[in-house]
């Protein structure tokens, strides 16, 4: 997501509009996602006799090893090792029923949102006439501009091996360090996904239309007064000083957004999805190899034109829609070809030990 300078008032704007409906609204999903994969991918292989544990140990572990590689050479954020990390969590619940799993991703969420919130509202304390910024650093402890002074430039102007200690001195050991609350935010979500596999809910949603009725109606009253309190800081209090201060609140907003997304979603899926949705299933099918695709492209353009901490959020978001596009042309070229995504493929052939054809 884009982390650019707010300069103008339509950097402004923007920020305020990420914060509210995009922010940590995503990720959750995508965990959802990874959860009800890993049922369906242990279902297939019980249904042909293939021994499922061992299969999913390979995967994950194949996983491991693609997120240690772009997580040590290509980019701090990298998400696969943590999913892998997840994926093997989930080897130790998935003989539950979907009412323990509920009650476990329950039990998870309410940790996480004890541990991310109440360092909220020390924010909530800040008046308007304060700097938001101090507060911050109280509550989290993140801000050191030694450190992103620093990251910066070396980003700009360190020459790879400069570039590559910086990462493996001072950005893994962070990363490292945090694992587990970077564990707190997915694992509630891929159990969500697990039981909503075990429920048949993604394969027959209109049979679970009470269930989903029901689980919107509980995401609203959570979110609805999490978006005002958001909205009120955004547009009042917190338009001084940098639009990270209330970091918390977007987290725990974005959470209860990506339930009503995701049961808006289930609720009223159509049958058969539109035509013009095909580009966006492309990317989905091959988002193992966009996921990297797009890390090689926006370092690669950062470090090419030297673009660390020099762009703002609006050139930002334009460059994201820009790799996307890339994302879905690749996409669409490759899978008319192929039956996979080259990672994809080498993920898959990782898992089962065997060579499995790649062409159409």
Same mark, same amino acid.
């Given at each position: 997501m884009p982390s650019g300078d707010v300069r103008t008032p339509l950097d402004r704007a923007l920020r305020i509009g990420l914060d509210l409906f995009v922010e940590n609204r995503f990720y959750p999903l995508f965990s959802f996602l990874f959860g009800l994969g890993f049922y369906l991918f242990m279902k297939r292989a019980r249904d042909t006799g293939a021994p499922a544990e061992a299969?999913?140990?390979?995967? !994950? !572990?194949?996983?491991l090893g693609f997120g240690a590689?772009?997580?040590a050479f290509f980019w701090f954020g990298d998400i696969l090792h943590t999913y892998a990390l997840g994926g093997l969590a989930l080897l130790l619940f998935?003989?539950?029923?979907?009412? /323990?799993?509920?009650?476990? /991703?329950?039990?998870?969420?309410v940790a996480g949102a004890l541990l991310f919130g109440l360092p909220a509202l020390q924010l909530l304390s800040v008046e308007a006439g304060d700097d938001p910024r101090l507060a911050e650093e109280a509550a989290f402890d993140l801000a050191d501009p030694e450190t992103a002074a620093a990251a910066i430039d070396v980003y700009r102007r360190g020459d790879v091996w400069s570039w590559l200690r910086f990462r493996w001195r001072t950005e893994l050991p962070l990363v490292l360090g945090s694992e587990g609350l970077a564990l707190v935010q997915v694992l509630p979500f891929m159990l969500v996904g697990l039981a909503f596999g075990k429920l048949g809910v993604a394969e027959r949603p209109a049979a679970h239309r009470a269930l989903l009725n029901r689980g919107l109606r509980w /995401?609203?009253?959570? $979110?609805? *007064?999490? !978006? #005002? #309190?958001?909205?009120?800081?955004? #547009?009042?209090?917190?338009?001084?000083?940098? =639009?990270?201060?209330?970091w918390a609140l977007v987290l725990l907003t974005g959470w209860a957004m990506s339930f009503v997304y995701g049961l808006v979603f289930f609720r009223w899926v159509p049958p058969a999805l539109p035509a013009w949705t095909a580009p966006i299933v492309a990317v989905g099918r091959m988002a193992f190899t966009n996921y990297i695709l797009q890390t090689v492209l926006a370092v690669g353009l950062m470090r090419l034109f030297r673009l660390y901490g020099a762009t703002t959020l609006a050139e930002e978001l334009w460059a994201a829609v820009a790799i996307y596009g890339v994302n879905v042309a690749v996409s669409r070229f490759w899978l008319r070809r192929y039956r996979f995504g080259p990672l994809e493929w080498l993920w898959r052939m990782g =898992?089962?030990?065997? $060579?499995? *054809?790649?062409?159409r």
């Open positions: 299969l999913a140990l390979r995967r !994950f !572990f194949w996983l590689v772009h997580l998935e003989r539950l029923s979907p009412r /323990a799993l509920w009650r476990w /991703a329950l039990g998870g969420l /995401a609203l009253v959570v $979110w609805l *007064p999490l !978006f #005002l #309190l958001l909205l009120w800081r955004r #547009l009042g209090v917190s338009a001084v000083g940098p =639009t990270v201060e209330d =898992t089962y030990g065997r $060579w499995i *054809p790649l062409r």
